[in-house]
């Protein structure tokens, strides 16, 4: 929460009192506190105190975060953007009514969003078989939403980035086989001889365009020399994952009621990595050292012998509901600005389709590689974001065929910043934050010289005897 933020909270608490069948009487018991000061709070006439939230994540072992109004951004940007479709017919509807209802009825909400997000698939997709070129826009949006990364990214979303039953057995693995205390990896490799199979590291001529290749017949795990140490040791551990823990990874999907081959492939490679991300750096001793050493990737990743875009995503998962670090995003992106991986265990919205905003540091990284920037963001609603943003290289380069670079972005909401090091050389109070957008299809900033294409569901406004900075300029409400 932001400084000076008052939470109110009354529409959510009202909500969570009835749904537990408790009268005001009642929860005001059980939280140790007045009657009248529920029904001043439920009435939005008092904010939330710190004292509150506390009792409230205690008694009813929720997380409080769930509670505040527009903790859930990406939410709120897919509900908005739900109620623009034309088949919905919500022209009348307004931002304090839509503001309402994701602060009653978060669900509902969320209900709604899904809803449409099915019509709209069944739309396009009819669409897309009379004429697939007819609308490159179109076809562009659908592709994604087609794609079973997009389904392996709501599962993650879902569980905020933490995968609780995965976490907690790699973190007992860790402990007992003392994973991350091992600089030699020869703990890995003792942990994978138990299946009878060796490592063997091959040279880039023998292995082709394939880093790992795992042959269960001759029983080897084949790596490309082209893989450094960090990545080699995380190739061992997902193996290990797959052979030991394959029944858990299981458990895991079919809660989820993933459907189709494809998409369950993908997130049984996903848990895997999420698995062997775990056991390199379980969460206890990576939590206390992300607390001590203030966040600071580079220290940390020498720690646990794990590169920058290992540690950063790492960041992303400390969500365990008695020990949560800083609820962090994370994006990946190449040089032409598409998103290749993204994750958010906190409530900065990511776009389901195109690129990110041209003004995010994230794409100036490219202009200084290895060096880390940093920068104060502000989302179109207001909401304030701490961003760091470094280049790492793909494995595989090669005289002929130099390795791609791309940009790693974290970040973070500024009221978490000061729990930085990379904040120390900011002053949040005299810098002016950076005014960015989802992306240029979805932000609707008037005057923005960075803008490269035109808004969805605002019409254009031409003017035949001027022409401004803004590549676009477009009607508001």
């Known amino acids: 929460m932001a400084r000076g933020e008052k939470l109110i909270i009354g529409k959510r608490l009202k909500v969570l009192r009835t749904t537990l069948g408790l009268t005001q009487a009642q929860m005001a018991e059980q939280l140790d506190v007045s009657p009248s000061y529920i029904t001043l709070i439920e009435s939005d006439q008092r904010p939330a105190s710190a004292k509150l939230l506390m009792r409230l994540a205690q008694v009813y072992d929720l997380n409080v975060a769930e509670l505040a109004p527009g903790t859930d951004t990406q939410l709120a940007v897919d509900f908005e953007a739900a109620l623009k479709d034309p088949a919905l017919d919500t022209d009348g509807v307004s931002r304090a009514e839509m503001e309402a209802v994701l602060q009653a009825s978060p669900r509902i909400a969320g209900a709604l969003v899904r809803l449409q997000g099915r019509l709209r698939d069944a739309v396009m997709r009819d669409q897309a078989e009379e004429n697939p070129l007819t609308d490159r826009n179109k076809v562009e949006v659908l592709a994604q939403i087609a794609k079973p ?110 459907e189709g081959d494809a998409t369950r492939s993908l997130a049984r490679v996903s848990l895997a990595n999420y698995f062997a991300a775990a056991l390199l750096m379980p969460y206890q001793p990576f939590l206390a050292a992300c607390e001590s050493e203030r966040y600071d990737l580079e220290v940390i990743g020498h720690r646990f012998g794990t590169s920058f875009e290992q540690t950063a995503h790492r960041m992303t998962t400390l969500q365990r509901p008695e020990a949560r670090g800083i609820p962090f995003f994370f994006v990946r992106v190449d040089r032409a600005g598409n998103v290749s991986k993204r994750f958010s265990a906190g409530r900065f919205p990511f776009s389901r389709f195109g690129g990110t905003c041209p003004l995010w540091n994230i794409h100036a990284a490219f202009e200084t590689p290895g060096r880390i920037q940093t920068q104060l963001i502000r989302m179109p609603e207001g909401t304030r974001y701490f961003s760091i943003a470094r280049t790492v290289t793909r494995a595989g380069g090669s005289a002929a065929a130099p390795a791609p670079r791309l940009a790693v972005g974290l970040g973070c909401d500024v009221a978490f910043a000061p729990r930085l090091i990379y904040s120390d050389s900011i002053d949040q109070d005299r810098v002016e934050p950076t005014d960015i957008g989802l992306n240029c299809f979805l932000c609707e900033r008037q005057n923005c010289a960075s803008r490269a294409q035109a808004p969805i569901n605002r019409n254009l406004a031409v003017n035949e005897l001027e022409r401004s900075v803004a590549l676009f300029s477009f009607e508001t409400d």
């Open 149 to 258: 990364v997009e389904h392996v990214h709501d599962l993650f979303y879902e569980n905020r980035n933490y995968m609780d039953a995965l976490d907690r057995e790699a973190e007992r693995v860790a402990e007992k086989n003392r994973i991350h205390r091992d600089e030699s990896g020869q703990n890995l490799h003792r942990l994978l001889s138990a299946h009878q199979i060796r490592v063997r590291r091959l040279p880039a001529s023998v292995m082709g365009g394939t880093l790992r290749r795992y042959d269960p017949h001759r029983k080897e795990l084949m790596l490309s020399e082209r893989l450094d140490a960090a990545s080699r040791r995380f190739q061992i551990a997902v193996l290990l994952a797959r052979l030991e823990y394959q029944d858990l990874l299981d458990e895991v999907m079919a809660a989820a009621e993933l």
